[in-house]
């Protein structure tokens, strides 16, 4: 029951962390799409680079 509870939470972060990358503007749709496929392969990796260094530092090296 508890690994269901922490997968919902997993794809409730992957899901608002893709919105968040799509809504970049000024940047190319493919490279866009390349980082959200890159989160969602990466799971909680690609969620906790995201969260606490993507966030801020990939929209800059992604014009």
């Known amino acids: 029951m508890i690994g269901?509870?922490?997968w919902i939470i997993g794809v409730i972060l992957t899901i608002r962390a893709?919105?968040?990358?799509?809504r970049w503007?000024?940047?190319a749709?493919?490279?866009r799409l390349v980082a959200i496929i890159l989160v969602i392969l990466t799971s909680w990796i690609g969620l906790a680079v995201y969260y606490f260094w993507g966030r801020d530092?990939?929209?800059q090296m992604l014009k």
């Open 4 to 6: 269901f509870i922490i």
């Open 29 to 31: 749709t493919e490279k």
């Open 25 to 27: 503007r000024g940047i």
């Open 57 to 59: 530092n990939l929209p």
């Open 18 to 22: 893709a919105m968040e990358i799509w």
